[in-house]
């Protein structure tokens, strides 16, 4: 699954009735993208908005809706070096972010929605490392 989407309670700005916007996340572009699209069924007034990243709030509501989720490494691939590389420009990490990361192999490296994870688990999974992605408990 590559795609989530929630929807939120939301006054309409034109005439306050109270409407829903509705929160669509994705996998594209080696990234993600983020919709929020809202319509008033009393004044039809609409509006759409796109982003590359998800508002901490928003992300709230899809750990709601669909959890919150957890890239594991299990390893590195073996060119450790090429690996370890993709895992720093996926996860948008400093070289010294990179050292702690590595302590944390194998174990969690990463968390987020679901797509959010997906997304680069697929890029670190490029990079040559084995990954596993699971729901998490808390
Ligand atoms: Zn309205």
């Given amino acids: ?6 929807s939120v309670s939301f ?3 034109q005439c306050h009735s109270s409407g829903k916007v509705a ?3 994705w996998g594209a572009d080696g990234g993600i993208r983020l919709s929020a699209s809202f319509k008033c069924n009393s004044c039809g007034h609409t509006f759409e908005a796109d982003s590359h990243d998800v508002p901490e709030d928003v992300r709230q509501l899809f750990y709601l809706e669909n959890g919150r ?3 594991k490494v ?4 073996s060119n450790r070096a090429a690996t370890l590389r993709g895992l720093r420009d996926a996860l948008g990490l400093s070289v010294a972010e990179a ?4 302590r944390k192999i194998p ?3 990463a968390d987020g929605t679901r797509v959010e994870v997906e ?3 697929r890029m670190v999974q490029a990079a040559g490392a084995v990954i596993e992605i699971s729901r998490s408990s808390s």
């Fill in 1 to 6: 699954m590559m795609h989530e989407s929630v």
């Fill in 107 to 109: 174990g969690e490296v």
């Fill in 74 to 77: 299990i390893e590195l691939g």
């Fill in 99 to 102: 050292g702690e990361l590595l």
């Fill in 69 to 71: 989720w957890v890239l």
């Fill in 23 to 25: 929160y669509a996340l």
């Fill in 119 to 121: 997304v680069l688990g």
């Fill in 11 to 13: 006054s309409c700005p």
